[in-house]
């Protein structure tokens, strides 16, 4: 039923607690997963340069964030992993990649990195309300506690 699955993460451990119940569902159904990021590196006339810099670190951080995320899935038996990251409007980026993938369905926690823990995420939201593919939302709720650490994925040195 989902052979194609797509998960869209942003590196935090919120968004990260979709990551147990897709491999339930890949190995149910034999599906393979793409794990993708969207981030946005900004635009700037005046700072050229820095912006490209950045653009070059996201790049880097995204491949070993989703590198990471894949090897710790295929560890738990999912067959096929790919990992994809993107600039752009993350709801934008992952409704194009859904549709322009023949994704069968759109996998993600309800909340990611600096969303407010009681109202849907706004990128959920958007996903959900302009998607053409089924959309599993998870209801993540969690809270920062100073010192301890939340994010699902390691630093990058």
């Given at each position: 039923m989902f052979k194609k699955i797509l998960v869209p993460l942003d590196g935090s451990e919120l968004a990260a607690k979709i990551l147990p119940h897709v491999v339930d569902l890949a190995k149910t159904h034999d599906s393979q997963i793409t794990l993708l990021h969207v981030y946005y590196a900004g635009e700037s006339e005046t700072f050229p340069d820095w912006i490209e810099k950045a653009r070059?670190?996201?790049e880097k951080s995204c491949a070993l964030l989703l590198a990471q995320a894949a090897k710790d899935l295929e560890?738990?038996?999912?067959?096929?992993?790919?990992?994809?990251?993107?600039?752009?409007?993350?709801?934008?980026?992952?409704?194009?990649?859904?549709?322009?993938?023949?994704?069968?369905?759109?996998?993600?926690?309800?909340?990611?990195?600096?969303?407010?823990?009681?109202?849907?995420?706004?990128?959920?939201?958007?996903?959900?309300?302009?998607a053409t593919v089924p959309v599993l939302l998870f209801r993540v709720l969690g809270m920062n506690i100073p010192g301890l650490k939340l994010d699902y994925f390691p630093p990058i040195p």
């Open positions: 070059a670190e996201e560890a738990q038996g999912v067959k096929e992993v790919k990992v994809e990251c993107v600039e752009g409007s993350p709801a934008r980026e992952i409704i194009g990649y859904a549709e322009e993938n023949g994704m069968d369905l759109i996998a993600l926690a309800t909340h990611g990195r600096g969303e407010v823990a009681w109202v849907l995420g706004s990128v959920a939201e958007k996903v959900v309300s302009h």
